[in-house]
């Protein structure tokens, strides 16, 4: 499987897209809000609505528009939808950890989620104690607390299921009178926002921003750190805020994740990232005929760097942009070119010059070194690399495909070592500083963890993060339920 991301080989974690729209066709509409978020997570898709105070839930692996079709849309009507793009970063990626996860019991849900709970290992037991579980992601675990929850109260059961999860989460919800809830926890690590469609009974909620303008809604606000908003007929409420100690987003929503037309803390990411170049030049200025970008997510920096140095910026590599997730494996020929699969580049930009190679991150470098190599297989006379972020030293446990410190080149190198490593004239990065300040906010509402180990959010000693790590043959881990609604439409779920 190829990752859509060739340089820093990192992944997120998920999107998700809700909709309060009872005079429109949700379940299309949540198809396009996914498409949008589609950067977020290309493993599988979901979407479930409310009809007739019942949820119906279609999801399956792949892409969006491979997941869906005109007649599982045709089908799927109702008044509310919650849809979901997964990474996965706990529980494999089978159709059976798909979202939203619909959970039945005291409560009647469907819920999708974006982020890493730290403490689910301490309701499992619980939880398969009390009649077993079907997959095996922290997800699940969230959505059965609630579920099972027997005051008869939704709200009580969401606002308890608050008080006892710890962990990076944004959570839309959606129970089958069609009411949505969204939630975040208390540092608001990932990002959710809630949009207004063109009608006052039209409510949209986000990962990104980018996925409002896609259904013709316009951005309302975010959701606070530790708010959870109820929407319904008379728009969205805020019902329960828990403490939020300090704000701390995730600083790769503002280098990579997110998306550049998107903003987050009403910043534009485009031109943060555009200013972390800038900043990157003036850390580490070099002489150079040329700037490219590692593209696509290199870009903006790399225009910034080209702007503050004064050397002139020029597509150096070009991206096939049809190379995505694949679940079919290359033949030994195709595997020897590596990141040849996306990108070539560009002989005439590259031969003879001093090149600036700008990338937005480096996480296990074993992809920088190929391209580095690379240019100088086209004729580059140097390769210059600059960073646009810090070097990653210490693994996250908040919703990022990076849990483990041995894959991290940099969590026991210094930038030298690298540099021998990935083999370009010179390798720098920007500073933990410079980066912060690009993003025009202060080093207190960001989550610099994976840079200096300031963890805002403790992590529990004896934990293994581990995305398998409720793998367990024995944990009582069952396949979904399906139900035939009709003879090719085995993956709708009714209840």
Same mark, same amino acid.
């Given at each position: ?14 999107? &998700? ?29 979901? =979407? ?5 105070? /019942? ?12 997941? #869906? ?15 979901? !793009? ?31 709970? !730290? ?24 959505? *059965? ?25 944004? !959570? ?14 208390? %540092? ?12 006052? %009974?039209?409510? &949209?909620?986000?990962? *990104? ?13 975010? =959701? ?14 805020? =019902? ?67 702007? *503050?140095?004064?050397?002139?910026? +020029? ?44 990338? +937005? ?55 030298? *070592? ?38 805002? =959010? ?8 581990? /995305?398998?790590? #409720? ?25």
């Amino acid at each position: 499987m190829f990752s859509s991301c060739p340089s820093a080989t990192i992944h997120e974690k998920c999107g &998700v897209f809700a909709l309060f729209a009872p005079d429109e066709d949700v379940a299309r509409l949540t198809y396009f809000g996914l498409y949008s978020l589609q950067h977020r997570g290309q493993e599988s898709a979901g =979407i479930a609505v409310s009809t007739n105070r /019942k949820l119906v839930c279609y999801k399956d692996m792949g892409l969006v528009t491979q997941a #869906f079709s005109e007649k599982v849309l045709t089908i799927m009507k109702g008044e509310s939808a919650v849809g979901h !793009v997964r990474y996965s970063t706990t529980g494999s990626s089978i159709e059976r950890n798909a979202q939203p996860i619909v959970a039945q019991g005291h409560h009647h849900i469907a819920l999708a989620h974006n982020g890493n709970l !730290v403490n689910a290992g301490l309701f499992r037991e619980e939880l398969n104690t009390n009649g077993g579980l079907k997959g095996t992601t922290d997800t699940e675990i969230m959505a *059965e607390l609630i579920a099972r929850n027997p005051t008869p109260d939704l709200e009580t059961a969401i606002t308890e299921c608050m008080d006892r999860i710890e962990g990076a989460y944004s !959570v839309a919800i959606l129970d089958r009178s069609g009411v949505i809830y969204a939630m975040r926890d208390r %540092h608001g690590i990932r990002p959710l926002c809630i949009g207004r469609l063109g009608n006052d %009974h039209g409510w &949209v909620v986000a990962s *990104e921003t980018c996925a409002l303008s896609i259904v013709g809604a316009e951005f309302v606000r975010e =959701i606070k750190p530790g708010e959870l908003v109820r929407i319904d007929d008379f728009g969205p409420t805020t =019902i329960y805020q828990l403490e939020s100690p300090r704000n701390a987003t995730c600083s790769f929503e503002f280098i990579y994740f997110a998306r550049p037309d998107s903003y987050i803390l009403n910043k534009s990411l485009y031109y943060s990232r555009k200013k972390m170049g800038m900043n990157l030049a003036r850390e580490n200025p070099v002489d150079a005929d040329v700037v490219i970008s590692i593209p696509d997510s290199g870009t903006p920096a790399a225009i910034g760097f080209a702007q *503050e140095s004064g050397i002139p910026y +020029d597509e150096g590599l070009i991206k096939n942009r049809y190379v995505g997730r694949t679940f079919i494996a290359p033949d030994q020929r195709i595997r020897a070119l590596g990141v040849k699969l996306k990108l070539n580049p560009l002989l005439e930009a590259v031969g003879g010059k001093r090149v600036v190679l700008v990338d +937005d991150s480096i996480v296990r470098g074993s992809t920088s070194s190929q391209i580095v190599q690379m240019m100088y297989d086209a004729g580059a006379r140097e390769v210059h690399m600059r960073v646009s972020c810090p070097p990653v030293k210490f693994p996250c446990f908040y919703g990022i495909d990076m849990a483990e410190a041995s894959q991290l080149i940099a969590a026991t190198r210094t930038v030298e *070592e690298i540099e021998a490593i990935i083999k370009p004239d010179t390798l720098r990065y920007l500073s933990i500083e410079g980066m912060v300040a690009a993003c025009g906010l202060s080093r207190h509402e960001l989550c610099t963890a994976c840079f200096n180990d300031d963890y805002p =959010i403790p992590i529990p000693q004896q934990l293994q993060l581990d /995305k398998f790590k #409720f793998e367990d043959p024995n944990s009582g881990c069952k396949p979904a339920l399906e139900i035939n609604l009709k003879p090719d439409m085995s993956k709708v779920f009714g209840s």
